[in-house]
């Protein structure tokens, strides 16, 4: 009868053992199942934050056409764009931020908030590219950088300045008799925005017909074909 008894009184510690054990998993995976919905959510807000960063993806006026497009290959991305007027300039802005995620796209939000004092001061593309340069620094502490493209055009005389940090060159798509060429427009390019190298940013001025078509774009459209 004793040993009867000590194996009933086995088979019921394994029992609860299990049962125990079992309920710790089951604590653990509500745990785990609750902070990846939160992290979702948390992502998704992030995202719909990140999509008011953008301009309106069609602008037309007497001078300019703007089309534009962007999807992120995850729910945050460290790329970013923007255009403005002032005056009889126009500007358009392009960025990508090293890496991916929230990180980069923080840094995005700290352009969009720059630009937002720039296009309301007088000064010249190269000040901006400073200007930009400390504020990717400051917002990082020097572990994101970015590359950036401000390109000015006077709509008035026609003429195009552009400021190159590190950003993807160009392509001009100019109408050649019944057919379209295409090519890159060669630009002096400066170190990236965030390095704080005191490197005093040049601007370009190249040349675009009426009819030439300039592409901007960040190195996802190619690292993505």
Same mark, same amino acid.
């Given at each position: 009868?004793?040993?009867?008894?000590?194996?009933?009184?086995?088979?019921?510690?394994?029992?609860?053992?299990?049962?125990?054990?079992?309920?710790?998993?089951?604590?653990?995976?509500?745990?785990?199942?609750?902070?990846?919905?939160?992290?979702?959510?948390?992502?998704?807000?992030?995202?719909?934050?990140?999509?008011?960063?953008?301009?309106?993806?069609?602008?037309?006026?007497? /001078?300019? =056409? &703007?089309?534009?497009?962007?999807? $992120?290959?995850? *729910?945050?991305?460290?790329? +970013?764009?923007?255009?403005?007027?002032?005056?009889?300039?126009?500007?358009?802005?392009?960025?990508?931020?090293?890496?991916?995620?929230?990180?980069?796209?923080?840094?995005?939000?700290?352009?969009?908030?720059? /630009?937002? =004092? &720039?296009?309301?001061?007088?000064? $010249?593309?190269? *000040?901006?590219?400073?200007? +930009?340069?400390?504020?990717?620094?400051?917002?990082?502490?020097?572990?994101?950088?970015?590359?950036?493209?401000?390109?000015?055009?006077?709509?008035?005389?026609?003429?195009?300045?552009?400021?190159?940090?590190?950003?993807?060159?160009?392509?001009?798509?100019?109408?050649?008799?019944?057919?379209?060429?295409?090519?890159?427009?060669?630009?002096?390019?400066?170190?990236?925005?965030?390095?704080?190298?005191?490197?005093?940013?040049?601007?370009?001025?190249?040349?675009?017909?009426?009819?030439?078509?300039?592409?901007?774009?960040?190195?996802?459209?190619?690292?993505?074909?």
């Amino acid at each position: 009868i004793e040993k009867i008894a000590d194996c009933g009184s086995d088979e019921i510690s394994k029992l609860t053992s299990g049962f125990n054990q079992r309920s710790t998993e089951i604590s653990r995976l509500l745990i785990e199942t609750a902070n990846k919905a939160r992290m979702e959510s948390e992502l998704k807000t992030a995202q719909i934050v990140q999509q008011t960063l953008f301009p309106k993806n069609e602008y037309e006026s007497a /001078f300019i =056409q &703007i089309k534009g497009f962007y999807n $992120s290959a995850s *729910e945050c991305g460290g790329d +970013w764009w923007y255009y403005f007027e002032r005056g009889h300039k126009f500007y358009i802005v392009i960025a990508d931020a090293t890496g991916h995620g929230t990180p980069a796209a923080l840094i995005t939000s700290a352009a969009r908030a720059l /630009f937002s =004092q &720039i296009e309301r001061t007088d000064i $010249s593309i190269e *000040e901006m590219m400073t200007s +930009w340069d400390i504020c990717v620094a400051s917002c990082s502490n020097q572990k994101v950088m970015m590359t950036g493209l401000i390109m000015e055009i006077d709509c008035l005389s026609g003429d195009v300045k552009v400021a190159n940090a590190s950003h993807e060159l160009p392509i001009r798509i100019s109408q050649q008799n019944e057919g379209f060429e295409c090519e890159p427009l060669l630009l002096p390019v400066g170190p990236r925005l965030g390095e704080l190298k005191n490197t005093e940013r040049k601007t370009h001025q190249p040349k675009l017909e009426d009819n030439d078509k300039p592409i901007i774009y960040t190195d996802g459209l190619v690292s993505n074909v």
